[in-house]
């Protein structure tokens, strides 16, 4: 088929796009809804006096054709998220946290929360992790988790769960009893209830290929920043040591009031933006 056909061809077409309702004017199709042409008249340079109806999308197909193509993204956005909350999740209440189930008994804290997800590409950069401290049952692991479960909302993907059950993966995974988790897969790591775990050098190497790796860390502790720097035993300095520095800005979760420590540089210029 030769060039000439070929847009003949194309022009033929034309006429299967006519609904019940467009009509014809000046030779053209119109669409009966949105009266935009669905057809145009083009000259050909190459062929003398040479002109071809060629088809055009009205208003309504070109709606319809976007409508198409969110369903499909927002259909592809729910798939990933749900992948990403099976692969990140380690346990079924880290799922239940989110933002709309927040009780907003410290509106202070709820702000800084949504502050960080909103800025976390700036968090990023500036590798700038949070560390929840406090007495328990005051909502440390909640905020941590709401925190998680936005960011999985925006296709980010976040790892929640506890170095001791790192360090139980790793050490089933170099017996061969299990598949390790890669913390490669994941841009921001979650590690609830930081103070329980027995400290060995598996504990020291994860904390410390999150701390080489630059990814962003969110921890839930019973512990002060105080208690951590004072540690008693050279183990559980070494890991501390490694968290406070990832851990820029310092949160103490209370009912009644609300706590920023920003020792260092980078939770100074990230309290700012969290506070803003």
Do not use: W
């Amino acid at each position: 088929m030769n060039v000439m056909n070929f847009l003949e061809e194309l022009s033929k077409r034309a006429e299967l796009i006519k609904n019940e309702g467009d009509y014809f004017k000046d030779e053209l199709l119109y669409c009966g809804v949105c009266n935009e042409p669905k057809q145009a008249v083009k000259e050909i340079p190459f062929a003398e006096n040479k002109k071809l109806i060629v088809t055009l999308q009205c208003k309504c197909q070109r709606d319809e054709e976007e409508k198409q193509r969110l369903a499909l993204a927002e259909q592809e956005h729910r798939r990933k998220v749900k992948y990403l909350t099976q692969h990140g999740l380690a346990y079924p209440k880290y799922k239940e946290c989110t933002f709309s189930k927040d009780d907003q008994r410290n509106t202070d804290i709820t702000k800084l929360c949504c502050n960080y997800v909103r800025h976390f590409p700036e968090m990023r950069e500036m590798n700038n992790g949070i560390m929840f401290y406090g007495d328990t049952d005051k909502g440390k692991t909640f905020y941590a988790c709401c925190i998680a479960n936005a960011l999985i909302q925006r296709e980010v993907p976040v790892l929640v769960t506890t170095l001791s059950n790192l360090v139980q993966n790793r050490v089933k995974a170099l017996t061969s009893k299990g598949n390790e988790i890669s913390l490669d897969d994941f841009r921001c790591i979650v590690l609830d209830d930081i103070g329980t775990e027995n400290t060995t050098q598996t504990a020291f190497n994860i904390i410390d290929e999150i701390y080489l790796s630059k990814k962003l860390l969110i921890v839930t502790t019973n512990l002060d920043p105080l208690e951590m720097k004072c540690a008693d035993t050279i183990e559980r300095k070494r890991i501390y040591e490694r968290i406070l520095e990832m851990c820029g800005t310092k949160v103490l979760v209370d009912n009644d009031k609300t706590r920023l420590q920003s020792g260092i540089e980078k939770g100074k210029i990230a309290e700012s933006i969290l506070n803003s």
